[in-house]
């Protein structure tokens, strides 16, 4: 079965410090996405990616995140100068014709 | 605005002790409502989409079903390996992504 693939699977950065976020999206799909999820809360919807733009954001994507398609296969989301409340796991997702398929994530650990 | 509230948070089962898992939601315009499950420090497994109040869709033990205002899974003589968090998410609008509850954490004891 296809699978949305996010390196790495776990990354500690400090404050401030510039963070890449990487995803490998399935083949053939048009939408991508990235969610958040901090400890023990719920997924949130951060941003939506379609045709090589974006086409939906949500409040918490704000100028600290960009994302990019830089080739046919990767997608990423670039955090520029990471806050302490950024701490989270971070989802891609890709949207097939029954659903949304997610990647296993990237635990993001600010110190 | 939009809401999705899953009850319970949590929940314990004995194997095969059968229960439901609630998804009430108010939202406008659903355009699709999704289960996940999502097991510690994974991300979301897709199960099912249910786009139509009366729409009912079943895989192995559990069983999805939606109204117009919210929806169950059913889950059937669960097992140790159904342990995990379910999640409600929906589409409504004019949006492509998704809204998520806050999940029910299942825990199945043998």
């Given at each position: 079965e296809p699978e949305v693939t996010q390196t790495p699977s776990h990354?500690?950065?400090?404050m401030g410090q510039e963070v890449i976020l990487r995803c490998v999206p399935i083949s053939n799909h048009l939408y991508f996405y990235w969610y958040r999820q901090i400890?023990?809360?719920k997924v949130e919807f951060?941003?939506?990616?379609?045709?090589?733009e974006i086409s939906e954001k949500s409040e918490i994507f704000d100028d600290q995140f960009s994302v990019e398609r830089p080739d046919g296969s990767n997608f990423t989301l670039k955090i520029r100068?990471?806050?302490l409340e950024d701490s989270a796991m971070y989802f891609c997702a890709s949207l097939q014709d029954y659903g949304y398929t997610f990647g296993s994530g990237t635990r993001l650990t600010v110190v | 605005e939009d809401q999705v509230t899953q009850s319970p948070e949590a929940l314990r089962l004995q194997e095969g002790e059968s229960s439901s898992l609630n998804c009430s939601y108010t939202v406008s315009g659903l355009r699709g409502l999704f289960w996940y499950r999502q097991d510690p420090g994974?991300?979301?497994?897709?199960?099912?989409?249910?786009?139509?109040?009366?729409e009912e869709k079943e895989k192995e033990r559990l069983k999805a079903t939606l109204t117009k205002k919210e929806s169950f899974l059913?889950?059937?003589?669960?097992?140790?390996?159904?342990?995990?968090?379910?999640?409600?998410?929906?589409?409504?609008?004019?949006?492509?992504?998704?809204?998520?509850g806050t999940g029910t954490r299942l825990t199945v004891i043998p």
């Open positions: 990354q500690v950065t400090q400890l023990g809360q951060l941003v939506s990616f379609y045709n090589n100068s990471t806050k | 994974k991300g979301p497994e897709f199960l099912f989409t249910l786009y139509s109040a009366g059913h889950i059937t003589a669960p097992k140790p390996e159904d342990s995990a968090t379910y999640l409600c998410a929906v589409q409504a609008g004019g949006a492509n992504n998704l809204f998520f």
